[in-house]
């Protein structure tokens, strides 16, 4: 499955961005779908999740925030992000991979299909 993520862009604090993350080659109803994000000089850390029965889950720091959704008609996957702080500023990536148990979700080493980033800079 090949993944193309969209979206990002430049916003001020308090605004609020929605990210697309669309899915050619296989369809997304059979996927657990989520989305990392990886700032400068840190590590790749897991946001959000959304598995194929649309339970969600979400970083302690998004939630109330942050929330995902999935049209699988589009083969799409979302992430609605509001109240945006300068700390979420970061490439943000959706991945999936085959295979995913709920308690791996937010592990990235599970997953084998990434997106290739997308932008989100939040200026304070």
């Known amino acids: 499955v090949q993944l193309q993520a969209s979206g990002g862009g430049l916003v001020q604090a308090g605004g609020s961005l929605r990210l697309s993350c669309t899915a050619s080659?296989?369809?997304?109803?059979?996927?657990?779908m989520s989305w990392f994000r990886q700032a400068p000089g840190k590590e790749r850390e897991f946001v959000s999740a959304i598995t194929r029965s649309r339970s969600t889950y979400y970083a302690d720091s998004v939630k109330d925030r942050f929330t995902i959704f999935r049209d699988n008609a589009k083969n799409t996957v979302y992430l609605q992000m509001n109240s945006l702080k300068a700390e979420d500023t970061a490439v943000y990536y959706c991945a999936t991979s085959a295979g995913l148990i709920i308690s791996s979700l937010g592990n990235k080493n599970q997953y084998n299909h990434w997106g290739q980033g997308t932008l989100v800079t939040v200026s304070s």
């Open positions: 080659g296989r369809t997304i109803s059979n996927y657990h």
